[in-house]
């Protein structure tokens, strides 16, 4: 129904925002992944998910339609609810939690706070083929580069750092190129580690 809300920040909190649309201020749920997005300043454009119930009328906000799509496949998914689907898009990145689905990854899955293998292994279920065709990913390619990262991660990790504060750093180098080779990639990370 509200498709997106463009209009003044009035009030920016971890979990979410106010924005004022013609003098009607919305009241917008968000993920930490996009209060990260969202630069201080005046104007401010969100895509939105209205979520309707018999007693409420909520809204969530998204920085990228990424986020938003993979939001709204995660609701598709039995037991998962809009504040367990904001949890995992805090947690993870739209692109962490689509690799996982698409690689079958249960474990990054049931990383994050409140979800459960069984809970895991259902939304892998349930979404593996909707992400493979909607993002139209490679299945081979993608186990290729998972091979790098898992690599490049336990180097890290044997050098000495948190492998979740490394596992960020490595996804945002093979987000920029994934065609880097595991000494690459661990060189990269380095830098900005």
Known sequence: MIHHLKGKLVEKNPTDVVIECAGVGYFVNISLHTFSKIQEGELISLYTHLQVKEDSHTLFGFAEKSERQIFCLLLSVSGIGASTARTMLSSLSPAQ???????????????IKGIGAKTAQRVILDLRDKVLKVYD???VSLTQNNTNKDEALSALEVLGFARRQAEKVVDKVISQDSSLSVENIIKLALKNL
Do not use: K, L, Y
């Open 97 to 111: 939690i689509r690799d996982a689905i698409a690689n079958g990854d249960v474990p990054t899955i049931q990383s």
């Open 137 to 139: 990913i490679d299945e």
